[in-house]
């Protein structure tokens, strides 16, 4: 953060929008960047753009090459957080030793707070499907099969920051019907553990792969009463991952990311403590708005055309009595002199 | 009309294939979530996109049953925008890290604290202000306020001591000025002292700070002291010395005071009577400055000592003649 300089607000604009990335009770969605390393493969490329698709609108896709290696030294994702208000990153990179590599970052309070590397094994775009895709912006439903997702610390790392990426902003209410995807995540079953041999006493087991799967949701028609019933059509991407590398959370850092604000209930749920002005709900249910307008400017306003009524029409005659001493009152300025 | 009917059911044959799960599966309606926490099944698993389809039917339709069954939200306006029934999220239960630290309370300014301490309550002034002459209501400030009244009026009343070439309305319009720029330093002033008052106490950003403050800054104000040092050394105490660039400024020791005013509460009202009563005692008792003892004394006395080196001076003049 140091390195970015303050800005001093100079007009209401700036500080509106400087406000907005100030620390909030009910904070703003996290947005992510997407940013690739110095060098990539052409999988990790299809995966990032499809995932910057599936996180659009609030994600930044860094066009150039960045040289970033998150695990060994993070300080460029802090000033990219810094300077574009993003807490969410995925960095592609390709390497001899970790082909094929994602590193998902959070941050919090403009420094990491934790990471975790995958290697892609497998992908299918989303344009090798050939069925509807999902709108931009309509959040996604998201599934977690396994046990391993509850009980693997590794795992469990890896299900909170795909939550926090696609699903982390909670929501006051959702109209039941804007559902239309869903993402659903797999770990495999644990491969078995790997037996101790003489040059090797202690193996360590490997993990099994995690499948990204992307659906879209049709509701079909059932009677009211009962439970919906659906039916899934694969919109892509599909990616098999492996997970390799995780920086688990400083425990310092994740007590205050955690802590909750004290809030009432009730303003938790309507409208989750954002300030709704001139909008109110009254006792039938229905909603009532105040508008506020400017009061009218009558005096531009055109009334009955009139000879009589046009502006300068009273002292016509007496002008033209000054103009001409002795002359005769012109026709117009009988009526007047009356 | 065949094939869109055929769809339909093929989709309808489709959407039963749920699974007999041994845990159940657990929603969290506020994120939009499901977990399923059954452990895979290897058999299935090998027959790995159907299977995967499967699992996500299952969840996710347990997911949309449990969001169907949630509190509707507006049903009059919903149907009449036509976005459909809206389900109230309960908050969500999976915790998940904020992006920012929770923001800090507002520190009181200088005066908010000193009203607070004193107990004085905070008074709304209008925006506009009665005027009697003119019989209507003005603004306070802003273009024709009654703040720069005194610079806009066609006539002023000057005394018999002023100067000559006086302009009553520069002075005012100067003197309006001048509390605006007191009253700007007076707010930066109290927002660098929320700064340092809101500084983090996060022993993360506070160890980064400490190690900021390097071995090579340490040795840097080192050299800056013995510098200020040595250069007393001469006769002139360093004062007709060549100056290096970026030689250290001597700082004096400021002086400080006691605050004035001390908090009401907490016996400090009490304190602070004490101590204007004392000040006024000693006023009442004529006392002064502290007197230095050999000094110069008070008015009126002899200064003893200066009495003996001047008697001495002038014996010493003498003896020489």
Same mark, same amino acid.
């Given at each position: ?69 998150? $695990? ?35 941050? $919090? ?34 599934? $977690? ?167 300068? $029409? ?25 | ?130 005027? @009697?002459?003119?019989? @209507?209501?003005?603004? !306070? ?19 018999? !001591? ?30 660098? !002292? ?110 003893? !000592? ?16």
């Amino acid at each position: 953060m140091s390195m970015l300089r303050t800005i001093k607000p100079k007009n209401a604009r700036v500080k509106r929008a400087l406000d907005e990335r100030e620390p909030k009770l009910v904070e703003n969605e996290k947005s992510a960047i997407f940013v690739r390393g110095q060098n990539t493969s052409e999988k990790v490329r299809l995966a990032m753009k499809d995932l910057y698709s599936l996180k659009r609108p609030s994600a930044i896709s860094f066009s150039r090459k960045n040289d970033i290696h998150p $695990f060994e030294d993070a300080s460029s994702l802090e000033f990219f957080a810094g300077k574009n208000d993003a807490s969410l990153f995925l960095t592609g990179l390709h390497s001899k030793k970790r082909p094929d590599n994602l590193i998902f970052t959070r941050m $919090f309070d403009g420094r990491v707070l934790d990471m975790v590397e995958v290697g892609v094994d497998a992908i299918r775009g989303m344009s090798e499907f050939e069925s509807v895709k999902a709108s931009i912006g309509v959040r996604p439903l998201m599934v $977690f099969h396994s046990d391993l997702f509850d009980t693997h610390p590794s795992f469990i790392a890896l299900k909170s920051i795909l939550l926090d990426f696609y699903n982390g902003h909670a929501l006051p209410s959702l109209p039941l019907t804007s559902v239309e995807h869903v993402i659903s995540i797999t770990a495999g079953p644990l491969p078995p553990a790997p037996v101790p041999t003489s040059t090797n006493p202690t193996p360590t087991q490997p993990l099994p792969k995690v499948h990204f799967r992307v659906y879209t949701v049709a509701l079909l028609p059932a009677p009211a009463s009962a439970p919906p019933r659906i039916s899934l059509t694969e919109m892509g991407p599909s990616i098999d991952l492996t997970v390799r590398r995780i920086q688990e959370a400083d425990e310092d850092m994740l007590k205050q990311a955690m802590k909750r604000p004290k809030m009432e209930k009730r303003t938790q749920l309507s409208g989750l403590g954002k300030k709704r002005k001139n909008i109110e709900t009254d006792e039938m249910g229905d909603r009532v708005g105040q508008l506020h307008f400017k009061k009218q400017d009558l005096k531009g306003m055109q009334g009955r055309k009139m000879k009589g009524l046009k502006p300068g $029409f009273e002292n016509r005659g007496k002008r033209s009595q000054i103009k001409l001493p002795g002359a005769k009152a012109g026709g117009a300025a009988e009526g007047d002199d009356e | 009309m065949d094939v869109a009917q055929d769809l339909a059911e093929y989709a309808a044959k489709h959407a039963n294939n749920v699974l007999e799960r041994d845990v159940p599966i657990e929603v969290d309606a506020g994120l939009l979530a499901a977990f399923d926490n059954t452990p895979v099944d290897e058999a299935a698993y090998a027959d790995l996109n159907p299977h995967l389809l499967s699992l996500t039917l299952t969840s996710t339709a347990s997911l949309l049953a449990s969001l169907f069954t949630l509190p509707r939200a507006h049903a009059q306006s919903s149907t009449s925008t036509g976005t459909g029934p809206t389900a109230t999220l309960p908050p969500p239960k999976t915790l998940l890290p904020r992006e920012k630290a929770l923001p800090k309370p507002k520190q009181p300014t200088k005066w908010e604290r000193f009203a607070k301490e004193k107990g004085i309550s905070h008074r709304t002034k209008d925006k506009k202000e009665w005027d @009697e002459e003119r019989g @209507e209501w003005v603004s !306070r400030w802003g273009m024709g306020g009654k703040n720069r009244e005194g610079e806009e009026q066609w006539l002023h009343e000057v005394k018999n !001591r002023d100067d000559a070439d006086l302009d009553p309305a520069s002075t005012l319009r100067a003197a309006r000025k001048a509390r605006v720029t007191k009253n700007l330093k007076q707010q930066s002033a109290n927002t660098n !002292r929320a700064i340092n008052a809101n500084a983090s106490t996060d022993p993360a950003i506070e160890k980064a700070r400490a190690d900021k403050v390097s071995s090579r800054t340490k040795r840097k104000s080192e050299i800056d002291r013995t510098l200020l040092i040595t250069g007393t050394a001469t006769a002139s105490m360093g004062r007709f010395d060549k100056k290096l660039e970026g030689e250290p400024k001597v700082k004096g020791v400021k002086r400080k005071f006691e605050a004035n005013e001390l908090p009401s509460g907490g016996g400090g009202a009490k304190e602070e009577r004490e101590r204007q009563m004392g000040v006024l005692k000693r006023v009442e008792r004529g006392e002064g400055k502290k007197v230095r003892k050999g000094g110069e004394g008070r008015e009126g006395d002899v200064n003893a !000592r200066k009495a003996v080196r001047y008697e001495g001076k002038q014996q010493r003049a003498r003896q020489k003649k």
